[in-house]
Structures are given as structure tokens and as C-alpha cells.
């Protein structure tokens, strides 16, 4: 059974400050990583995808995958309200999987 | 236009009736998928397709059933649906470029109610 585990929050950051948001996965050979965004009642929205251990950025958002510790995170530079939303992490293994497992999702709020 | 298309938006039906959610896409994808989510359990996948001729089963298919009825077309149906089948379902669909990237775009979604 393939999991993927984030805190479900709510986590309460301050406008302008920085958010982190924390991924962990069991499946060892797992391939690719996606953080989405969701607003309430809304669909899925991808923000970040990563494929390499390392850090990638975009914008506000850095992603960063260690392999090695099965974690990946997302941080939110310079938080805004309108960040506020929950966040999804989705892992994707191959490997004759082609299922996309999502975490349950951290509800961030970020306080102006 | 909206990339990934779903009706209807909104639902509410009685025990024991039928009931198909329709997805259509234009984003020229082969995979498409079907998930449910439930408040404090996330998304989960209940059904997807690779191609036209290609229907596998997710997570948790029980009371559910699909068709893909061209590369833009995936329908969902529920049989005889029941009160817990109530949720918030997604279509998605993702295109494989190369062996590591599969990202899925979702639709707007459908709010069941099943009373």
C-alpha cells in the first residue's frame, strides 16, 4: 500500500512570511512528485512538479526532494492571503504503477 | 474554453437511482481518470484509462463504472447509488511525455448528493 503523509495542518503563517509544507512517501521507487493547490470547493491545481533530489524554483515556490529520506517539501516565500488554500502532495511511482497517490493535503492559512 | 469539462456541476439525487457524470477534454490527452474526495480522506482514484480500448480499475471501484467513449469522452455511473457515495468527484487527464513526468489536469469537478 503506497502512502503519502502531510500534516493536515491548519498551519498559520503571517503575510510575508515564509510557509513550509512538509511531504513524506513509503514507496522507495517512486518517480515523480507534484504539489497542487486547492481552494475550497475548487479542482486540484498543479503548482510545482520534481523529478531530481535538489531544490527547484518557481517564482515564490521552491520545491525540494530528498530521495534518500522518501521527503518532499514545498516552501512559499513572501506568503500572501490568497495563498491560503490547501496544498496537496501527489506522488507518481511507474514502474507499472501509472496511479498518482495523493496525501490527505495541509491546510494553510496565512494571517494579513 | 475550459480545458477538462464536467456536467453537471451539481447533483442531487435519491437512493437507488442511476446516475452518469460526464468529462470531456480538449486537451488532446490519452489518460483519463476518475477520483472521489471525501472530506479528511483526500483524493482518492476510483477508475482510469489510457486509451480508448484500456479500462482499469483504482482504489475504490465498487458501485462504480466507466466508459470511454472517445479519446475526449470518460463517463462515470453509479449503478444504484447510495448515500455514502455522496462527494466531490474529479475527472482528470495527463499525457505521458517521457517516462518520468505524468501530470494530471483536473476538471472543475461534480458535487453528488445522494439522499
Known amino acids: 500500500q503506497k502512502e503519502v503523509e502531510q500534516n493536515s495542518g491548519p498551519l498559520s503563517v503571517p503575510e510575508g512570511a515564509i510557509a513550509s509544507l512538509n511531504c513524506t512517501y513509503s514507496?522507495?521507487?517512486?518517480?515523480?512528485f507534484f504539489w497542487y493547490r486547492q481552494y475550497s470547493g475548487k479542482s486540484p491545481e498543479l503548482i510545482m512538479s520534481i523529478y531530481s533530489n535538489g531544490d527547484k524554483e518557481d517564482g515564490r515556490f521552491t520545491a525540494q526532494l530528498n530521495k534518500a529520506s522518501q521527503y518532499v517539501s514545498l516552501l512559499i516565500r513572501d506568503s500572501q492571503p490568497s495563498d491560503s488554500a490547501t496544498y496537496l502532495c501527489a506522488v507518481y511511482s511507474g514502474a507499472g504503477s501509472y496511479q498518482l497517490t495523493f496525501g490527505k493535503g495541509t491546510k494553510l492559512s496565512v494571517i494579513p | 474554453d475550459a480545458d477538462v469539462t464536467q456536467t453537471p456541476r451539481n447533483r442531487i439525487t435519491k437512493t437507488g437511482k442511476r446516475i452518469m457524470l460526464e468529462c470531456s477534454q480538449t486537451?488532446?490527452?490519452?489518460?483519463m481518470y476518475w477520483y472521489r474526495q471525501d472530506p479528511g480522506l483526500g483524493l482518492r482514484l476510483i477508475y482510469y484509462s489510457f486509451d480508448v480500448k484500456d479500462i482499469n480499475k483504482g482504489e475504490i471501484s465498487d458501485g462504480y463504472s466507466v466508459s470511454r467513449q472517445a479519446q475526449a469522452k470518460f463517463s462515470l455511473s453509479l449503478e444504484s447509488a447510495i448515500p455514502n457515495q455522496t462527494a466531490l468527484y474529479f475527472c482528470a487527464t495527463s499525457d505521458l511525455i517521457g517516462t518520468s513526468t505524468d501530470t494530471q489536469y483536473f476538471g472543475p469537478g461534480t458535487r453528488l448528493t445522494v439522499l
Open positions: 514507496d522507495r521507487v517512486s518517480q515523480s
Open positions: 486537451k488532446g490527452h490519452d489518460r
